[in-house]
T-cell receptor, first 114, second 109 residues
């Protein structure tokens, strides 16, 4: 297992387009988190799953953002009608429910909205 | 709501000098605190957690509930310590990890 993987690593899109990011967690990890990071800021929590259930979603997350983890394995994060303010690094992390707080991060997917 | 504050965006020290990266938190429950590190061109990774009370790469951190602090310390900085350091809080009630804004540690040779 090579750890958490994310793709694409980089995405450039035009404002108004939809984008989707994929995250493959460490196989035995039942928790999966999505974070967003902008320049000069720490990772900002977006949402998390325990197995296939989405248990919490940030109030800062607009309705244009949706995440799924259909079979409790990989997850997707979709942003509809992208805006320039969505430009950021999107980080995925996974953990065991018995080791809460110990997150294993992917390398991130960088989104640039023109 | 929980919050993590790292007051310094940049900390520059000379090699061999002591290092202290500051972290303060606010949380009404019983917190679990962590330090994460991101070296250049690498992914964010866990450095240490307060409940293990261990020293990793010479770094230690003590949870001070009275001062709501979890400062990261190392007695003698090495060039390879140069990186971004993030303090993080796991809140059992919300079941999520909240990160500070990070401190860039620059060790000058």
């Amino acid at each position: 297992d090579t750890g958490v993987s994310q793709n694409p690593r980089h995405k450039i899109t035009k404002r108004g387009q939809n984008v989707t990011f994929r995250c493959d967690p460490i196989s035995e990890h039942n928790r999966l988190y999505w974070y967003r990071q902008t320049l000069g800021q720490g990772p900002e929590f977006l949402t998390y799953f325990q197995n296939e259930a989405q248990l919490e979603k940030s109030r800062l997350l607009s309705d244009r953002f949706s995440a799924e983890r259909p079979k409790g394995s990989f997850s997707t994060l979709e942003i509809q009608r992208t805006e320039q303010g969505d430009s950021a690094m999107y980080l995925c992390a996974s953990s065991l429910v018995t080791a809460t707080g110990e997150l294993f991060f992917g390398e991130g997917s960088r989104l640039t909205v023109l | 709501a929980q919050r993590v504050t790292q007051p310094e965006k940049l900390l520059s020290v000379f090699k061999g000098a002591p290092v202290e990266l500051k972290c303060n938190y606010s949380y009404s429950g019983s917190p679990e605190l962590f330090w994460y590190v991101q070296y250049s061109r690498q992914r964010l990774q866990l450095l240490l957690r307060h409940i293990s009370r261990e020293s990793i790469k010479g770094f230690t951190a003590d949870l001070n509930k009275g001062e709501t602090s979890f400062h990261l310390k190392k007695p003698f900085a090495q060039e390879e310590d140069s990186a971004m350091y993030y303090c993080a809080l796991f809140s059992g009630g919300y079941q999520k990890v909240t990160f500070g804004t990070g401190t860039k540690l620059q060790v000058i040779p």
